[in-house]
T-cell receptor
Framework: DTEVTQTPKHLVMGMTNKKSLKCEQH?????MYWYKQKAKKPPELMFV???????INESVPSRFSPECPNSSLLNLHLHALQPEDSALYLC????????????FGPGTRLTVL | QKEVEQDPGPLSVPEGAIVSLNCTYS??????FMWYRQYSRKGPELLMY????GNKEDGRFTAQVDKSSKYISLFIRDSQPSDSATYLC???????????FGTGTRLTVIP
């Protein structure tokens, strides 16, 4: 089973709202990732968690706050977003932090009004 | 120069055709090569994974890596309308978390 699940599938929020995206995997993978994907563009890496510790933050604005409560869960907390943050947010996981394949979830389609 | 170059297409082929998708790259440290298929408004789905040079076959799909030319390919035999999607190549180096993606090639297989 190579399934990564994400909730919600769709999210519409105002610029003053606080919301969270959730990601879960039960493959025993030790690395988890958040990506942002705009239409007709490849995914852009935002954050990497390696063994439940944040190892990479690709200069993402502080209005995006990741959290890894345990080895199976990854959250992305959203606050005071801008309309240009509207995108597909993808979660991925890999067995190890390097040299192994990343498996993606279906994504959360976020619209910021 | 981008790390990974991929022709964005779009590419339209008739059903049953052989499709060839390609990426070139500049970083000789890349060792892991992947092809993902992404349907519209869905997450990328891993199709093929290859380490270093060589060929790998899985059903109608064949992945080739030529490290000397820094060139990778994905061949789809007997293409089907259900193969219509965007195909993303991705690669990474040893000890690296980052995946470097191509821009994706949009493929349409016409019945």
């Amino acid at each position: 089973d190579t399934e990564v699940t994400q909730t919600p599938k769709h999210l519409v929020m105002g610029m003053t709202n606080k919301k969270s995206l959730k990601c879960e995997q039960h493959m025993g993978h030790r690395a988890m990732y958040w990506y942002k994907q705009k239409a007709k563009k490849p995914p852009e890496l935002m954050f990497v968690y390696s063994y439940e510790k944040l190892s990479i933050n690709e200069s993402v604005p502080s209005r995006f706050s990741p959290e890894c409560p345990n080895s199976s869960l990854l959250n992305l907390h959203l606050h005071a977003l801008q309309p240009e943050d509207s995108a597909l947010y993808l979660c991925a996981s890999s067995q190890e932090p390097s040299g192994t394949t990343q498996y993606f979830g279906p994504g959360t389609r976020l619209t910021v009004l | 120069q981008k790390e990974v170059e991929q022709d964005p297409g779009p590419l339209s082929v008739p059903e049953g055709a052989i499709v060839s998708l390609n990426c070139t790259y500049s970083n000789s440290a890349f060792q892991y090569f992947m092809w993902y298929r992404q349907y519209s408004r869905k997450g990328p789905e891993l199709l093929m994974y290859t380490y270093s040079s060589g060929n790998k076959e899985d059903g109608r799909f064949t992945a080739q890596v030529d490290k000397s030319s820094k060139y990778i390919s994905l061949f789809i035999r007997d293409s089907q309308p259900s193969d219509s999607a965007t195909y993303l190549c991705a690669m990474s180096g040893t000890g690296a978390n980052n995946l470097f993606f191509g821009t994706g090639t949009r493929l349409t297989v016409i019945p």
